[in-house]
């Protein structure tokens, strides 16, 4: 405590710095679905990949998420599972989470559906972001050092 009073009776900076600097990453809430263009970007991304690996099915379901999203499939976070309203069956929505697809290709056991493929992407996005976000903290708390050091510097040069 005495400390940071401490700090903020010799340089008000420090106590402005203290009281806005990010103490916690930007949350990333599982509730935000990203912009249609970021997910077809790393779809396209994707779909590359797995098109030089000779990954078909992998690249029809890539292409599946993508005909989707360009169509405006409804995407939303309920509690961690991803609920996807059907483009071909209108008003049917499909719940997906590491457990699988509630989608008929998914409880019929088939290969991954779409569905699931589009789960991970969005997971590995906000992971992503995340990470960012923790990066952006960093640098905003290396900025903040700097001008302490600078401020201390311009306070030396003020005193000579
Ligand atoms: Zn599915």
Redo the contacts with the bound molecule.
Sequence with gaps: MGHFNDVSMDDPDEGFTLATRPSVPLAVSDQAIPPAADILALATERRTTAERHDDRPGVRQLDRLRMSIVSGARLHWVLGDLM?GSINNPGAV?A?NRA????????AGKA?????CLFDLLLDMQEEAAATADMAADSAAERATMGRRLCAARRQYQEV
């Design positions: 996807v499909y997906v699988g697809c509630s989608c008929p290709n998914g409880l991954a559906c779409w569905h699931v």
